[in-house]
């Protein structure tokens, strides 16, 4: 081989590496923890614990991964050119096995699956210890999945509603004539709530969460987990997020026509601010009662000019408060 091709080969190969360095490094870019943003393709790195626990240990394999990647491919494509026809290679037909290499690749990946496992074992466990004795939770919230919206009960505290999806996505969605600069002007469309779930920041909350009708699957990106909401069955979870902000999600089940319909807010605030909100929303309850004791027999309401479709606008589903599960009391 001449000086010419011996350089054109080097620069060949060195084209092919740069682009699979930057690929690598553009893919592990680090992300804000917040919305996710076009074409973003890595996990976000979330605002909790749970979250950063599962955005590192994916960012070890990743790596790990990529090295095995390099190695490999770069195994078969060095053994390609190198030993090509073309440069007279002849094949060794008498070759059966090796059982040294088969020991060493059998060997390797059971070392780094071993490697992996015990961390992330730990990881999950921690993960899924709604009730620590360490750190018990300071209130616990009852999730309820209907199709297609979410309720959200504040045990022991008499505070519950209902989230659903927000009135100007609702009817965007709905009018055939909608345009897209009618939904790129629509704020968070189609991930917006008219109530939002709203938790107090740094405090260890504890989740129940079930099913009325369907699977449905809790799922906020940023708490960096996702839980099954299943009819019959409570499930738990748990989250502390310390920095205030707003993290959205959706349901992650499919679970009807209008699954992508019900997406997920959660507000953190201060816990001052969140003791303001706790209380507006229990004197707002009670005014609504001592509302419905005065007028018992109350005249059916008419629609308002803008609600939604009756075909697709669910009723609001009527859930036993009592049936809710005192903290402590699953697990
Ligand atoms: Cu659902």
Not at 85 to 99: E, Y
Not at 207 to 221: G, N
Request: some cysteine; glycine content about 4%.
């Amino acid at each position: 081989m001449n000086a010419a091709s011996k350089a054109t080969r080097s620069l060949r190969y060195a084209i092919v590496l740069a682009a699979l360095t930057a690929t690598s490094a553009w893919a592990a870019a680090p992300v804000e923890p917040t919305d996710p943003v076009r074409w973003q393709l890595n996990m976000t790195p979330g605002v909790t614990a749970t979250a950063a626990n599962a955005y590192h240990a994916h960012m070890i394999m990743f790596w790990i991964c990529v090295v095995i990647g390099v190695i490999v491919f770069g195994a078969m494509a060095y053994s390609m050119f190198k030993f090509r026809h073309s440069k007279g290679a002849v094949p060794d037909k008498s070759f059966t096995h090796s059982t040294t290499l088969e020991l060493i690749w059998t060997t390797i990946p059971v070392l780094i699956l071993i490697g992996s496992a015990i961390p992330a074992t730990k990881l999950v466990m921690e993960e899924y210890n709604a009730t620590h004795d360490q750190t018990p939770a300071e209130m616990t919230v009852k999730i309820t999945g209907y199709q297609w919206m979410w309720q959200y009960e504040y045990i022991n505290e008499d505070v519950s509603f209902i989230s659903r999806l927000a009135r100007d996505s609702d009817s965007i969605r709905q009018e055939k004539a909608s345009t897209q600069a009618q939904i790129a002007a629509t704020n968070h469309y189609l991930r917006d709530v008219d109530k939002p779930l709203v938790i107090p920041a740094d405090t260890r909350v504890r989740f129940v969460i079930t099913a009325d009708d369907v699977i449905h699957a809790w799922w906020v990106p940023a708490l960096g987990w996702k839980q099954d909401a299943i009819p019959g069955v409570i499930n738990e979870a748990w989250t502390q997020v310390a920095r205030p902000g707003v993290y959205r999600g959706v349901c992650a089940e499919l679970c009807g026509k209008d699954h992508g319909f019900m997406p997920i807010v959660v507000k953190v605030v201060p816990k001052a601010e969140y003791k303001t909100w706790l209380a507006a929303q229990k004197t707002a309850n009670s005014d609504a009662a001592a509302t419905a004791i005065a007028a018992p027999v109350a005249p059916a309401a008419a629609p308002a000019a803008d609600a939604v479709p009756a075909t697709d606008a669910p009723a609001e589903p009527a859930v036993p408060v009592a049936a809710v599960v005192a903290p402590g009391a699953a697990g």
